[in-house]
């Protein structure tokens, strides 16, 4: 659901504690930390006109691939994200449906000019 034709557009607004919150603490101490957390904030991004919800399309082999394509990021890491995200509750998954759990209390809806 992309918003911004009609005017409206989407922002993440990051609290000035997100990186002291445990997930993201436990994150960056993986041995890809910052790439991981990273490519978590761009997944944030991709999500936000859904409202966290991204749908595994099936147009790549699986999930990791579509988004690895999506992103232009190494599958791996792509994987490795993904499995934290899931292992520490930031994201959910049901079937095809995957839900980023922190995105509804994170948006700010934010007036676009044309």
């Known amino acids: 659901m992309d918003n911004s034709k009609n005017?409206?557009?989407?922002?993440?607004?990051?609290?000035?504690?997100?990186f002291r919150e445990r997930p993201i603490k436990k994150m960056r101490k993986l041995d890809n930390g910052l790439a991981c957390l990273y490519v978590?904030?761009?997944l944030l991004l991709l999500?936000?006109?859904t409202e966290g919800y991204l749908a595994y399309e099936g147009t790549e082999e699986n999930i990791?691939?579509?988004?690895?394509?999506?992103?232009e990021e190494d599958t791996d890491l792509i994987k490795e994200t993904v499995d934290f995200c899931i292992k520490n509750g930031l994201l959910t998954v049901d079937g095809d449906l995957f839900f980023f759990t922190r995105?509804?209390?994170l948006i700010v809806n934010c007036e676009c000019g044309d």
């Open 7 to 18: 005017g409206s557009c989407y922002a993440l607004k990051l609290e000035e504690g997100f």
């Open 40 to 42: 978590y904030q761009r």
């Open 47 to 49: 999500v936000i006109d």
């Open 64 to 71: 990791f691939e579509q988004l690895a394509l999506e992103l």
């Open 103 to 105: 995105v509804p209390e």
